[in-house]
């Protein structure tokens, strides 16, 4: 389960990339640039916008960091896990509809974190 799970976070962590290249622009035409989040409901214009690329890049970095950390049996990468999922699902709340599978993914993330807990499995 634990291999499992450090798969699921290391390949949401990539996807993660997505978010920071079309904040920061960087692959013209290849996603939409926007400046809003909640739907179009918060303008936070180009310097916010890229702020939130950050934070995307940084949980990109986090999960494939907690990944590993998961594979080799690292102590605390479950608490580590469970912060960057969390973290995670609130870009993905601020970014919906756009980051709708990331909400689910990262449900899933959280709800196995929980349940090899209760397992006694992490």
Do not use: C, K
Not at 10 to 22: D, N, R, S, Y
Not at 24 to 35: A, I, N, S
């Amino acid at each position: 389960m634990r291999i499992m799970l450090a798969v699921l976070m290391a390949v949401h962590g990539i996807a993660h990339l997505v978010g920071f290249a079309g904040a920061w622009q960087l692959v013209p035409g290849g996603f939409p640039y926007r400046t809003t989040l909640l739907g179009g409901q918060l303008d936070l214009g180009n310097a916010g916008i890229r702020v939130v690329g950050l934070l995307w890049l940084i949980t990109s970095v986090a999960f494939v960091a907690v990944a590993m950390g998961a594979v080799a049996g690292v102590a605390g990468w479950a608490p580590a896990a469970l912060t960057i999922a969390m973290v995670s699902l609130l870009l993905s709340v601020l970014e919906f509809p756009e980051a709708h599978l990331g909400v689910v993914i990262n449900i899933a993330i959280i709800m196995a974190l929980g349940a090899g807990w209760w397992l006694g499995r992490i």
